[in-house]
């Protein structure tokens, strides 16, 4: 069974087609690259299966359920789509437990086991304000895999990171892979994709096709 089902998507916006005829059939467990220069309509795509916007036609079914009809939003879902709304005056650790208590399904230990994963200190009493871009980026990986989900959707989440940020990421989608997550990147169209994925596809004007597979 298909994890994610895209069928017909169109989206429309102000008289412009932002998503064009999209179809998609996604299994559990794999990573998927979504590659297009900015404004291609990759991070509109990828805020439709948030359930973030509502289709002007077309159909997005997650695990057997439909978008807006079964459920106004995904389930079990991690996110980096633009810039994380944290709060300036509070320290990592502070931030994800603020967001943890929205679902309270996971554990003070969780939340520190998510900012270790990232190669961040779970102890560090910085606030938010004074990290650095990269440890920024670090900190929204963290609160996208802190509660475990079954889907991965991130938007250019390698941004900002240094080499060694970069490694660890590669480290943790294979990990999160492992565990059988499915994971969705999208990425700059003259990026360099230095980390194994299972399909890639190409977004330009709204439209999806097939790119490269099982690299």
């Not at 005056?89 to 939340?111: H, M, P, Q, R």
Request: glycine share 8%; hydrophobic share 40%.
């Amino acid at each position: 069974m298909d994890f994610i089902e895209i069928v017909n998507l169109n989206k429309v916006i102000g008289g412009k087609d932002i998503l064009v005829d999209v179809n998609l059939k996604l299994e559990p467990g794999k990573i998927y690259i979504f590659c297009g220069r900015n404004g291609s309509g990759k991070t509109m795509l990828f805020r439709a299966m948030c359930g973030l916007i509502k289709p002007t036609s077309g159909e997005i079914k997650i695990n057997g359920k439909i978008l807006h009809k079964d459920m106004s939003f995904p389930k079990s879902v991690g996110v980096i789509i633009e810039s994380p709304g944290f709060w300036d005056y509070y320290t990592g650790f502070e931030n994800l437990k603020i967001l943890a208590s929205i679902k309270n399904v996971i554990t003070d230990d969780e939340i520190k086991e998510a900012i270790t994963r990232v190669g961040l200190e779970p102890e560090d009493n910085r606030i938010y304000k004074k990290y650095s871009m990269g440890m920024k980026q670090r900190l929204a990986i963290a609160q996208a895999i802190m509660e475990k989900p079954d889907l991965l959707i991130l938007d250019e989440p390698a941004d900002s990171l240094d080499e060694d940020g970069k490694e660890l990421f590669r480290n943790l989608l294979l990990e999160e892979k492992a565990r059988g997550v499915t994971i969705l990147i999208a990425l700059p169209d003259k990026e360099d994709i230095d980390f194994l994925f299972d399909y890639q596809f190409k977004v330009r004007d709204g439209k999806v096709t097939p790119g490269d597979i099982q690299q």
